[in-house]
């Protein structure tokens, strides 16, 4: 079965508002949670990542917040700017056990002027 | 930053030929990967690969399917024979080390359509 979901496909938030993206995971031995940003027909980019000994990690209008007894993590973007507009993807891996990351099925964010 | 590049972008292709996916990996890059994602669906591991071997693969990673890097240039996925349900995108990837916070770089996909 799918080990990462976003349960929300699409987003909708004003300019300058907060978007906040959420990611369920299954697997209790993930310890590395990653968010990727993609444009249509370009390849997934990393935004912002965070191991499982840490809660929360925060890089500039960008703060990851894990929650390991409830098996998730969110992404929070503050003063959201059109240029946000575009999927985004949750991913996570068990870092003892080989290099394959498990992808959720991204969700599209729409930032409106 | 550095990019991985796939060739080509688009591939079509009948059913039942043989089709081979290239990736050019960051150049000092050291595992290589391929990932799938149907149409609607969530990118999927297939396979890594270090060291000229198959580290590990997954169930969809089907026995038509082989990886190779041969003396250090193009990361290929080779399909042979082809089935419709190989139709997706496939995503190369590469990283310096073994796990996702190794400078992990994707490519922009080879949309491949199996006809």
């Known amino acids: 079965g799918q080990q990462v979901k976003q349960s929300s496909p699409s987003l909708t938030v004003q300019e300058g508002g907060i978007s906040i993206l959420n990611c369920d995971y299954e697997?209790?031995?993930?310890?590395?949670f990653a968010w990727y940003k993609k444009y249509p027909d370009n390849s997934p980019t990393l935004l912002i990542s965070v191991r499982s000994n840490v809660d929360k990690r925060e890089d500039g209008r960008l703060t990851v917040f894990l929650n390991k007894s409830g098996k998730h993590f969110s992404l929070h973007i503050t003063a959201s700017q059109p240029e946000d507009t575009a999927v985004y993807l949750c991913?996570?891996?068990?870092?003892?056990?080989?290099?394959?990351?498990?992808f959720g099925k991204g969700a599209k964010l729409t930032v409106s002027p | 930053g550095p990019k991985v590049l796939q060739i080509p972008s688009h591939q079509i292709i009948d059913m039942g030929q043989m089709v081979t996916l290239n990736c050019d990996p960051v150049?000092?890059?050291?595992?290589f990967y391929w990932y799938k994602q149907i149409l609607g669906q969530q990118m999927e591991f297939l396979v890594n690969?270090?060291?000229?071997?198959?580290?590990?693969k997954s169930k969809l990673f089907k026995d038509q399917f082989s990886v190779e890097r041969p003396d250090g240039s193009y990361f290929t996925l080779k399909i042979q024979p082809t089935a419709l349900e190989d139709s997706a995108v496939y995503f190369c990837?590469?990283?310096?080390?073994?796990?996702?916070?190794?400078?992990?770089?994707f490519g922009s996909g080879t949309r491949l359509l199996v006809i």
């Open positions: 991913a996570a891996e068990q870092q003892g056990t080989g290099s394959k990351l498990s």
């Open positions: 690969f270090y060291n000229g071997k198959v580290m590990e």
């Open positions: 990837a590469s990283s310096l080390g073994r796990y996702a916070n190794s400078d992990y770089t």
């Open positions: 150049s000092n890059h050291l595992y």
């Open positions: 697997n209790d031995m993930f310890d590395y």
